[in-house]
């Protein structure tokens, strides 16, 4: 390596003065070949001298020039040297395979805490939590602020290699930029976010029904003392805009503290009670992470919207990625009026008539009340003139003793069609109406509601993180018992007994049988009401129970599936190893509740398919819809359920009792 430097160093220094020499000798060869002895010697003498005069000139340039570059060389490596040294931010060089110090300054090693230099020290023991790992992957910022001695470091670094050839090693250079007071009054800004939200109370026409005026004014004054209280402890801001409304605004650092409480106020709400005996509730729905106050409060009436939805006594928190749901464990608060669905039924039936088509699909493995609710919208249909058309499929459901009865009618000879069939036939004014189910993983077909752009749901189950958006209508009442129960009261204001016909009516009232558990659970007046309705249009309750009837093999397979049961916190899970039928399960849950001590059945077996579901069912204080979303699934109340993907038997009754375990706590 010296050798090459110093002849590069020689041809840079030499003058090209060797060709004149050449030139000069040639001269000479001439007068000594014309005989010019004389002359050819005088030339000869000349160029010696000038050649010994150009050696001595090159020795001393030579000098020169070498003794100029150590000089530079010198102040270069000098400079760079006091630049490291006294570079204003800690430097730290270390190996990247070993994590080992190969250099740094005085500033990291004080940053540190070490005295003096530690050399050969692993920089992760220095740094807790620090990693190379980013440099690897061609970053030259490490992904988020060290702390070291309780300052805040961001690193900047890129990799490096040693210029010596038999030292061959990758290095790693950082440098260290204290963030400490910039990231302190970052977090002092996002715990100070304003963060909007909206309280209503949840049966405020229950409370003051039959009662004084005096009475309405100490029931509302006891419910506005609990929210003040409530907003004082968490330095909150309260006021009324509405009867039964009320904004408020708290910080995000408070907000915090009321997720670890789990929205207390809700049920301590609940200490509130009428002369009537009925119990105060409340929803909250609050506005997290907004761009600005006037989102924020979008995403509050989003939230409280969706609470109520979800049948009220619980609080629900939208930020710009998903919802977050607290309480809701209580029973329902029934919000429903005569006026509202008589508004949801108009808007129906004007969406059929401006539509060129009506497409009605359930969830997959449809059952009788999805059927029936799909045989209920066809009922509509026909009333205004429109052609619609069931998407179902065939194969793969629980109710295909309805559904024989129904085809074998001359008014369904050709409406059901497959998914496939319904995209080749959609246009632009078709409407896809969505029964039974407010999901949309959990629809017939997920490309299909994807593809039309007129969509309405009526459903009676709550409003879990994902639910389908943008709907022209959305009729979701968690308080009905069945969707067939929704879509009778629509039928009701409508239209008329004599323009169901006996099937749909019978169809209609096996989806309210099958939903309520033969009018044991779930049951209110409006439900009482629809059945009338059906019976009076026609429908025989001998041919319903008719659509009920089980096989003996599938009536073995339920109570074996029994025989595996075992208690769990007055749970009863059962977990049966062969793959079982989705209805055959949900019945012998169903049969579990029966059993005395038993509050809540799951039955959790595989489907046959690579795949284990469970369905849950309840008569108890215990919410089986909130047991099952926190594996993923939904429902209501008191039957629920989910599909498990990539899991074995054991492992999901595992997810299944921790979920249980949660929900006591």
Not at 280 to 301: K, N, P, V
Not at 366 to 371: E, G, T
Not at 461 to 470: A, F, L, M, P, S
Not at 541 to 557: G, N, P, Q, R, S
Request: net charge negative.
């Amino acid at each position: 390596m010296k050798k090459n430097r110093k002849k590069s160093l020689q041809r840079l220094s030499e003058p090209a003065v060797g060709v004149y020499f050449i030139v000069l000798l040639l001269f000479a060869a001439a007068s000594l070949f014309f005989r010019q002895y004389y002359l050819a010697a005088a030339e000869a003498g000349v160029t010696l001298l000038l050649l010994i005069y150009a050696l001595i000139i090159r020795r001393v340039r030579e000098r020169q020039l070498t003794a100029y570059i150590e000089s530079v060389t010198y102040d270069t490596e000098n400079a760079k040297n006091n630049t490291l040294m006294n570079f204003p931010l800690p430097i730290a060089v270390f190996r990247l395979d070993d994590s080992r110090i190969i250099w740094g300054n005085e500033m990291f090693f004080a940053m540190c805490g070490a005295t003096g230099t530690r050399l050969d020290a692993s920089i992760a023991d220095m740094v807790p939590g620090f990693s190379g790992k980013w440099l690897f992957e061609g970053k030259t910022l490490y992904p988020s602020l060290l702390e070291v001695n309780g300052r805040k470091y961001q690193l900047h670094g890129n990799i490096i290699r040693s210029q010596r050839e038999e030292d061959s090693a990758f290095m790693g250079i950082t440098y260290w930029v204290d963030l400490t007071e910039y990231d302190n009054i970052r977090l002092k800004y996002e715990q100070s976010r304003p963060v909007p939200g909206v309280i209503i109370i949840d049966n405020l026409d229950e409370l003051f029904r039959g009662q004084t005026e005096r009475i309405r004014n100490d029931i509302r004054d006891a419910v506005e003392d609990k929210l003040n209280q409530w907003c004082d402890e968490y330095r909150g801001i309260l006021r009324r805009y509405d009867r039964d409304r009320y904004i408020a605004v708290f910080e995000k650092q408070d907000l915090d503290r009321m997720k670890e409480d789990k929205f207390r106020i809700v049920q301590e709400m609940h200490q509130v009670e009428s002369p009537s005996g009925v119990d105060a509730s409340i929803s909250i729905g609050l506005g997290e992470d907004a761009e600005t106050m006037g989102e924020g409060l979008q995403f509050a009436d989003m939230s409280v919207e969706l609470a109520l939805s979800r049948g009220g006594d619980q609080t629900v928190i939208k930020n710009r990625l998903n919802f977050e749901f607290f309480g809701g464990r209580g029973l329902e608060v029934e919000r429903r009026n005569k006026v509202r669905s008589r508004v949801m039924a108009n808007t129906l039936a004007e969406l059929i008539r401006d539509s060129s088509k009506v497409f009605v699909m359930g969830h997959r493995f449809a059952d009788l009340d999805s059927v029936g609710a799909c045989a209920g919208v066809c009922c509509l249909a026909r009333k205004y003139g429109v052609k619609a058309n069931i998407v179902l499929d065939m194969n793969q459901n629980a109710a295909h003793l309805l559904l024989e009865r129904l085809r074998r009618e001359p008014e369904y000879k050709d409406v059901f069609i497959s998914p496939q069939e319904a995209m080749v036939r959609a246009d632009g004014h078709t409407l896809l109406l969505v029964v039974d189910t407010n999901r949309p993983e959990q629809v017939e077909d997920a490309d299909l509601l994807a593809a039309c752009n007129r969509v309405a749901v009526v459903d009676h189950h709550r409003v879990g993180n994902t639910y389908i958006q943008n709907s022209a209508l959305s009729f979701i009442e968690p308080y009905a018992s069945s969707a067939c129960e929704l879509i009778t009261e629509i039928i009701q204001e409508v239209a008329d007994q004599t323009d169901i016909s006996r099937c749909e009516a019978e169809a209609l009232l096996a989806g309210i049988v099958l939903d309520t558990k033969s009018f044991s659970l779930r049951t209110g007046e409006r439900t009482f009401d629809a059945a009338a309705f059906l019976r009076r249009a026609g429908a025989d309750t001998v041919d319903v129970k008719k659509l009920f009837k089980m096989d003996m093999e599938a009536t073995v397979a339920r109570y074996r599936i029994m025989q595996s049961a075992q208690l769990y916190r007055n749970v009863a899970v059962a977990a049966p190893k062969e793959p079982q039928d989705r209805v055959t399960a949900a019945q012998a849950a169903d049969e579990l509740l029966n059993i005395s001590g038993v509050e809540a059945s799951v039955v959790v077996a595989p489907d046959g398919k690579g795949g284990v579901f469970a369905s849950a069912r309840s008569i108890g204080e215990l919410n089986v819809q909130i047991v099952m979303e926190k594996l993923g699934g939904g429902g209501n109340r008191s039957a629920a359920a989910v599909q498990f993907t990539g899991i074995s038997l054991e492992e999901a009754v595992e997810k299944v009792h921790a979920a249980i375990d949660d929900y006591y706590k």
